[in-house]
């Protein structure tokens, strides 16, 4: 079955860096596009990143435009997000996600778009 795992969540403090990574199985992982969603306590699931099944091409969220990074590796079936300059409001549980494989859309940002999970790691920035 597919699985989706996190990793590298952690606390740092304001102003740091932290790299979250995300390992897929069970899927044909160059034929789906991936994202990155977070959701805070008491918020909803929001969009943070998105990349192109061939790594060309990225969509970012406005808060973490500039400051995030999504890449991925298809070889080794995982997606990276990089995050720089980090800010309290960043904190939250980071969920990656994985389009149906062949799924093409203009805007990656959209959860119903995806369609398998992965468990979720903390991410917590202290200010």
């Known amino acids: 079955q597919v699985q989706l795992v996190e990793s590298g969540g952690g606390l740092v403090q304001a102003g740091g860096s932290l790299s979250v990574s995300c390992a897929a199985s069970?899927?044909?992982?160059?034929?789906?596009?991936m994202g990155w969603f977070r959701q805070a306590p008491g918020k909803e699931r929001e969009f943070v990143a998105a990349?192109?099944?061939?790594?060309?091409?990225?969509q970012y969220a406005d808060s973490v435009k500039g400051r995030f990074t999504i890449s991925r590796d298809n070889a080794i079936q995982t997606v990276y997000l990089q995050m720089n300059s980090l800010k309290a409001e960043d904190t939250a549980v980071y969920y990656c996600?994985?389009?149906?494989?062949?799924?093409?859309?203009?805007?990656?940002?959209?959860?119903?778009?995806?369609?398998?999970w992965g468990q979720g790691t903390q991410v917590t920035v202290s200010s």
């Open positions: 996600a994985a389009a149906v494989p062949g799924t093409t859309r203009t805007y990656m940002g959209r959860r119903e778009d995806y369609a398998y």
């Open positions: 990349i192109r099944r061939s790594g060309i091409g990225t």
């Open positions: 069970g899927l044909t992982f160059s034929m789906c596009f």
